[in-house]
């Protein structure tokens, strides 16, 4: 796909991972439209930011609605982390999580889904511990598991469009940083990439006709194109 001239939703972008592909997407050529509780202040060219919270559909209904041009790319970039076993966590963090990365995701493509152009392409964020469950985070990666499952079902019930899913491992973000220790920080660093080495895997993997996931590799700590 040549991104320029492309007009892409994404969510989650005023940090991190979504700031990142957002700016480079920009960069492309791409117009982009974005969803997040915390918008753009300043003013960038083609970036048309809208405040948002994925979790309640009224709002989401309605910033789609305000949307005017037809969507070439959807991004469920948005996301939360909390770190915990599976039982130990809180009754807060299991609502949180299952809200903002499964329910939120939903609910961007189902208002966001008459927009779409015929032959759309949708990107789902997942997470490395969707592919190996881990013990902690033990709700996050279940959340994370949830939207690559969602993904495959999007695929098989929307066959018109390209669904593709990142899986990205530790990203230096303020949310990998969360509730880690600084010994076990330091042992990630080790295999982190920045937000703007995983926009231009996303790039690429937008820019692919044959490949649908980009996966970290726990074993080899490397990334896959598949």
């Known amino acids: 796909?040549?991104?320029?001239?492309?007009?892409?939703?994404?969510?989650?972008?005023?940090?991190?991972?979504?700031?990142?592909?957002?700016?480079?997407?920009?960069?492309?050529g791409a117009l982009v439209s974005a969803m997040d509780r915390r918008t753009m202040k300043e003013k960038?060219?083609?970036?048309?930011?809208?405040?948002?919270?994925?979790?309640?559909?009224?709002e989401v209904a309605a910033a789609c609605a305000q949307i005017?041009?037809?969507?070439?790319?959807?991004i469920n970039n948005a996301g939360v982390m909390r770190r915990g076993s599976l039982l130990e966590s809180s009754e807060e963090d299991f609502d949180l999580l299952f809200t903002v990365n499964v329910k939120g995701s939903w609910?961007?493509?189902?208002?966001?889904?008459?927009?779409?152009?015929e032959h759309a392409t949708i990107v789902q964020m997942s997470s490395r511990h969707a592919l190996s469950l881990p013990k902690d985070p033990a709700l996050y990666?279940?959340?994370?598991?949830?939207?690559?499952?969602?993904?495959?079902l999007v695929a098989k019930t929307y066959p018109q469009y390209s669904v593709k899913?990142?899986?990205?491992?530790?990203?230096?973000?303020p949310l990998a940083r969360e509730g880690v220790s600084e010994e076990d920080f330091r042992e990630k660093q080790k295999i982190m990439c920045s937000p703007e080495d995983i926009a231009k895997r996303t790039v690429e993997l937008l820019e692919s006709e044959t490949k649908t996931r980009l996966i970290f590799d726990n074993k080899s700590c490397t990334y896959l194109f598949e």
């Open 44 to 58: 960038v060219e083609n970036w048309t930011s809208y405040d948002v919270d994925i979790t309640n559909g009224k």
């Open 68 to 74: 005017q041009q037809p969507i070439d790319v959807l």
């Open 141 to 152: 990666g279940l959340t994370k598991r949830a939207t690559m499952d969602f993904a495959d």
């Open 165 to 173: 899913v990142l899986c990205p491992g530790p990203v230096d973000t």
């Open 1 to 28: 796909m040549n991104l320029s001239g492309k007009h892409v939703l994404i969510t989650g972008t005023s940090s991190g991972i979504g700031k990142a592909i957002t700016l480079l997407l920009l960069r492309k």
């Open 107 to 117: 609910l961007v493509l189902k208002h966001a889904l008459p927009k779409l152009t």
